[in-house]
């Protein structure tokens, strides 16, 4: 499964999960967009058997992704870091 990331830049990447970026297949670039929009239509074009691609999940206070390794957890229906879960 893919997640799309937005970088401080504002461009959106693709991660196949754990956290390995995706290239364009045909330029060996790593692929970035201006819109998930965009990232997610190119992705269905190259990947038409996978699922959709959707936007990694991040924290609902900080608004950080989640690192492989990081531990979160769903609060009313939205992703913390274990720490910032609303008290
Ligand atoms: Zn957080």
Redesign the pocket.
Known sequence: MAQAKRLKSGRWRIYREPDKIVRDPSSGAIANFRTLTEASRWWSQVNPREPSLQEAHK?A????YFGANTPWTMYAGRP??L??VPK
């Open positions: 924290c206070r900080c608004g950080a913390y870091h720490a910032h």
